[in-house]
């Protein structure tokens, strides 16, 4: 009896070291929206003739993931002040294995957090640099977007490895809450139209219908549909005598 509990006392001193995701099937990232996080345009009266139109920057976005481990005698968060998480891609968003920080949580439970910064300016994920070309008289607007995926799950079993004073170590499985917003893709797109003469000959300053629009949907979240409904309006020559 004295043995078994000398070892029970001993666990609680011991390290979390790592933590290991077990993906149950309810892992799937959820799409969420679509975000803008870049745009540019340009627009004339004059013409006819050809422009390019490039997307010259794009915002960063942050991933996050956290994840929420209940109050547990057996470790030792005095010294378990950073803890690797080993989960997929889709829950990290990048790579498989992150370094977290802990923080106190509500009732004694310790949330594990990583963040990292994404950017879209260079790689297979480009959009910086990306372009089309359009025709005067008339506008176009280039945009970069990303998709929002996230996964929230109170349930997901994990398994705690666990490294004590003496060198001996241990697994031990028992479930998590889980919260993480990734961003897996990125795409570029654009709108492009064209302005009749007689719309500008009445009117040399609809290119800036064209830019209002831009301005409005600057950091938009949701459908393009609706962007494209807003655009479209700035080519309409109903109004034409």
């Known amino acids: 009896k004295q043995r078994y509990q000398r070892r029970v006392r001993d666990k609680r001193?011991?390290?979390?070291?790592?933590?290991?995701?077990?993906?149950?099937?309810?892992?799937?990232?959820?799409y969420e929206s679509s975000e803008i996080i870049g745009s540019e345009d340009s627009g004339s009266c004059t013409g006819p003739a050809t422009h390019t139109l490039t997307l010259s920057s794009a915002d960063s976005v942050e991933e996050t993931s956290s994840f929420e481990i209940s109050e547990s005698n057996e470790i030792n968060w005095s010294i378990s002040t950073s803890v690797a998480v080993e989960a997929s891609a889709e829950v990290l968003g990048s790579g498989t294995s992150v370094t977290t920080s802990v923080t106190v949580g509500v009732g004694g439970s310790r949330t594990l957090t990583s963040t990292h910064s994404k950017s879209f300016s260079k790689g297979n994920e480009k959009l910086?640099?990306?372009?089309?070309?359009?025709?005067?008289?008339?506008?176009?607007?280039?945009?970069?977007?990303?998709d929002r995926y996230t996964i929230d799950n109170s349930d997901i079993p994990a398994d705690f490895h666990m490294e004590c004073p003496d060198g001996s170590t241990y697994?031990?499985?028992?479930?998590?809450?889980?919260?993480?917003?990734?961003?897996?893709?990125?795409?570029?797109?654009?709108?492009?139209?064209?302005?009749?003469?007689?719309?500008?000959?009445l009117d040399w300053t609809l290119p800036e219908?064209?830019?209002?629009?831009?301005?409005?949907?600057?950091?938009?979240?949701?459908?393009?549909?609706?962007?494209?409904?807003?655009?479209?309006?700035?080519?309409?020559?109903?109004?034409?005598?």
Not at 21 to 27: K, R
Not at 182 to 201: M, Q, R, V
């Open 128 to 146: 910086v640099g990306a372009s089309i070309t359009f025709n005067t008289p008339g506008a176009a607007i280039v945009f970069g977007s990303v």
């Open 13 to 30: 001193t011991c390290k979390l070291k790592r933590v290991t995701i077990i993906d149950n099937g309810q892992l799937e990232p959820k």
């Open 209 to 241: 219908c064209v830019r209002r629009v831009r301005q409005q949907y600057t950091h938009y979240v949701g459908n393009k549909e609706e962007i494209k409904k807003a655009f479209d309006q700035c080519f309409d020559d109903s109004w034409i005598p």
């Open 171 to 201: 697994t031990k499985r028992s479930n998590i809450k889980l919260k993480s917003v990734t961003y897996p893709s990125a795409h570029f797109w654009s709108l492009n139209g064209e302005f009749i003469k007689a719309a500008c000959d």
